[in-house]
């Protein structure tokens, strides 16, 4: 059984910066293919980026410059770097890992990200 672990969320000042990490229980994150979404109230969930397994990346257009997706295989760990974070990046951020093995999408419960003054 895998398991999507999502930390490092919390509140931060406009113009501020926060790193969002994601671990897995039950397999190891380079089996997968990782991606960000994040959700806001009463609206869908938004993809921000994706790696691969070999670590080719990929962002949504509103991310890019700004938002990093990244691997830390020492510590088995997938990475979102969010800087110069404002109001509207307020959100529920989730990781996802997914593997054409079994097709299955997996997802943590999600972290909450707060950015006010």
């Known amino acids: 059984q895998v398991h999507v672990v999502e930390s490092g969320g919390g509140w931060v000042r406009p113009g501020g910066s926060l790193t969002l990490s994601c671990t897995l229980s039950g397999s190891e994150t380079t089996r997968f293919r990782m991606a960000w979404f994040r959700q806001q109230p009463g609206q869908p969930r938004f993809h921000i980026a994706t790696?691969?397994?070999?670590?080719?990346?990929s962002y949504a257009d509103f991310a890019k410059g700004q938002f990093t997706i990244s691997r830390h295989n020492a510590t088995d760990t997938v990475q979102l770097q969010m800087n110069n974070l404002q109001r509207w990046d307020t959100a529920r951020y989730f990781c996802?890992?997914?593997?054409?093995?079994?097709?299955?999408?997996?997802w943590g419960q999600g972290i909450e990200v707060t950015v006010s003054r």
């Open positions: 996802n890992a997914f593997t054409m093995t079994n097709g299955v999408d997996y």
């Open positions: 790696i691969t397994q070999r670590g080719e990346t």
